[in-house]
């Protein structure tokens, strides 16, 4: 009995390992790079191999291997290789054709292909969108899709109405990337790198303009025209944060200017006013730091942010430290604390006043007897 439920269970092995039975597919060919233009005529070709081994069969009898496009007229020409002689099927037609596995079930060892030509016009769409080129699968009884059994080959169909209103859209697109450009420059923000895609985009948009007919050429060209305009604006991003940087940082070092003026030029160091100023130097100087580290890690949107408050904040402590610096020069030298001899000038004051009481109270005393 034990013996008789050990053989059950390796019969059921068995036929899992024969359901699971394996396909690849060598790249096709006569399929067209880029996206595809109503009408167009393909021929292609692919072989479709089974995997062997020393148990089981090549294919799982109870299967069916389908084939399936979205072209229009098909035309199929299938030969099922065994041992490298061909079995060529009849010509099919239609978008499906299947092959049952009692055509594809063979000993294990034996070498199994099916070859393919595909013939087909990419068919007319009411929208731009992927269609199936070419499917494969491998079904089981109930028409499910086996586990990692099924190869497809997907390509974009051009509606040609949709490319000249797209066409249309990019153009203003580019007029509006154009004022964004010019808004920066006026700015004072370098845009050498970005005005290059925007030169790039436009001689796209024309070669796309210019191409008339030929729809799957102008939808490669609007393709480039927009890369080249998404791209602009992120180096157009990245360009206006680093020159908020920048000018941030300009206004740190006319701060820090003004700082070396108090405590070098005037020994104003330990002044309650210009330690205040120089406190609030290093809050800006906080602000523009983390600034770069955000625009470091390409986080424009918030570098630009912290930027642009750190050039606020660091305009107000420059305007608070220039006017410090004329109050300062506006006090006549002779009381300008900041002057050392002021108080050997007040010293000969007081001296000559000290004399000038005790010469008085002298003569005072002298006249009295």
């Not at 009408?39 to 062997?52: D, K, P, W, Y």
């Not at 063979?106 to 595909?118: A, F, H, I």
């Not at 790039?200 to 102008?218: D, F, K, R, T, Y």
């Not at 660091?314 to 305007?319: A, E, P, T, W, Y």
Request: glycine share 8%.
């Amino acid at each position: 009995m034990k013996m008789r439920y050990l053989l059950l269970l390796l019969a059921c092995c068995a036929l899992c390992v024969a359901s699971a039975t394996a396909f690849t597919v060598q790249t096709p060919t006569g399929i067209p790079s880029g996206d595809l233009t109503p009408g167009t005529r393909l021929n292609i070709e692919t072989t479709v191999s089974f995997a062997t081994g020393t148990t089981g069969s090549t294919f799982p009898g109870g299967d069916t291997l389908q084939f399936y496009t979205d072209l229009e007229t098909a035309r199929w020409n299938i030969a099922i290789v065994l041992n490298s002689v061909e079995n060529p099927r009849p010509l099919e037609t239609g978008r499906t054709v299947r092959i049952s596995g009692f055509e594809l079930e063979y000993p294990s060892g034996m070498d199994l292909k099916v070859r393919v030509t595909l013939e087909g016009v990419v068919p007319t769409v009411s929208a731009t969108g992927d269609k199936a080129v070419l499917r494969i699968r491998q079904l089981d009884s109930s028409d499910n899709v086996r586990s990692g059994g099924e190869y497809i080959v997907t390509k974009t169909v051009i509606n040609p109405a949709e490319v000249q209103t797209s066409i249309i859209a990019a153009k203003a697109d580019l007029q509006t990337f154009k004022a964004e450009i010019e808004a920066a420059k006026a700015d004072g923000v370098d845009t050498t790198a970005v005005d290059a895609k925007f030169n790039s985009a436009e001689l796209s948009l024309q070669s796309a303009e210019g191409a008339g007919s030929n729809v799957g050429s102008a939808q490669s060209f609007l393709n480039t025209a927009r890369t080249a305009i998404t791209d602009g604006r992120k180096l157009l991003e990245e360009s206006v944060v680093q020159h908020a940087i920048n000018t941030a940082n300009g206004v740190l070092s006319e701060i820090d200017s003004v700082l070396d003026y108090f405590t070098t030029n005037r020994s104003m160091g330990s002044d309650s006013r210009v330690v205040l100023i120089a406190s609030k130097r290093q809050s800006v100087k906080n602000q523009i730091d983390t600034a770069k580290g955000n625009f470091d890690i390409k986080n424009y949107a918030l570098a630009e942010r912290q930027a642009n408050d750190a050039l606020r904040e660091g305009r107000s402590v420059l305007i608070e430290a220039q006017n410090l610096k004329e109050e300062v020069e506006s006090i006549p030298v002779i009381i300008d604390p900041g002057k050392p001899f002021l108080y050997v000038i007040l010293g000969v004051i007081v001296i000559i006043i000290v004399g000038f009481v005790v010469i008085k109270r002298k003569r005072s005393w002298d006249e009295l007897g």
